[in-house]
């Protein structure tokens, strides 16, 4: 099993749409967790970190399931520059060290 | 000027040549990584430090050596570079944790794009 899991998508939506990612998890030892956002060829950037309590940023919500080992991002309202590669990033079990998911892809579309 | 620098951009090179990918932050973080990225299989980790006199296997190190020669600088050697190694190369950087159960967010350069022939 990968550390990491993600659906690859493509999910393609239209603007002002709401879509969810679901990542899973192996490491249930995890206290840290991210969503990167990665534009095509260029290097990933932070979106958000994911709390317990889970968390808010303007269009961007994260969840954290830790019975389930998993975590989720929804984007409300999408636009045409949410269209990206989001990464789903987790502690490893094994080490002191950070592994990110293979990402899935949105694409909105006007 | 960009905080998490990389050199060079674009490596166009052949099979057994060495070639040296190189790193600077000027971010001031004792963690530095290098990560490679290959279409379907996502980021993995190469190298890792967590500062100058420290450095560690990532999951694919085989072919791969590095050199952490300051904080601010940290290069990835291919010895004798093959074609399989032909990916997008990311250098990254963290702020050391006081808790080693959490980890702080990375940080990454623009990557560089290697490609043997």
């Known amino acids: 099993r990968k550390e990491v899991e993600q659906d690859p998508g493509p999910f393609n939506v239209p603007e002002g749409a709401t879509v969810a990612f679901n990542c899973t998890y192996s490491?249930?030892?995890?206290?840290?967790f991210f969503w990167y956002r990665q534009d095509c060829r260029k290097e990933p950037k932070l979106l958000m970190s994911?709390?317990?309590s889970g968390n808010e940023d303007g269009r961007f919500t994260a969840q954290l399931n830790r019975a389930s080992q998993y975590i989720s991002l929804l984007i409300r309202d999408s636009k045409l520059s949410d269209s990206a590669t989001y990464l789903c990033?987790?502690?490893?079990?094994?080490?002191?060290?950070?592994?990110f998911g293979a990402g899935t892809i949105l694409r909105v579309k006007s | 000027d960009a905080d998490v620098t990389q050199t060079p951009r674009n490596r166009i090179t052949k099979t057994g040549k060495r070639i040296m990918l190189e790193c600077s932050q000027t971010?001031?973080?004792?963690?530095m990584y290098w990560y490679r990225q290959d279409p379907g299989l996502g980021l993995r980790l190469i190298y890792y430090?967590?500062?100058?006199?420290?450095?560690n296997k990532g999951e694919i190190s085989d072919g791969y050596s590095v050199s952490r020669q300051a904080q601010a600088k940290f290069s990835l050697s291919l010895e004798s570079a093959i074609p399989n190694q032909t990916a997008l190369y990311f250098c990254?950087?963290?702020?050391?944790?006081?808790?080693?159960?959490?980890?702080?967010?990375?940080?990454f350069g623009p990557g560089t794009r290697l490609t043997v022939l």
């Open positions: 990254a950087t963290s702020e050391k944790t006081m808790d080693s159960t959490y980890y702080n967010e990375q940080f």
């Open positions: 490491n249930s030892a995890s206290q840290s």
């Open positions: 994911v709390y317990s």
């Open positions: 990033v987790v502690m490893g079990e094994y080490g002191n060290k950070l592994v």
């Open positions: 971010k001031g973080h004792d963690r």
């Open positions: 430090s967590f500062d100058v006199k420290d450095i």
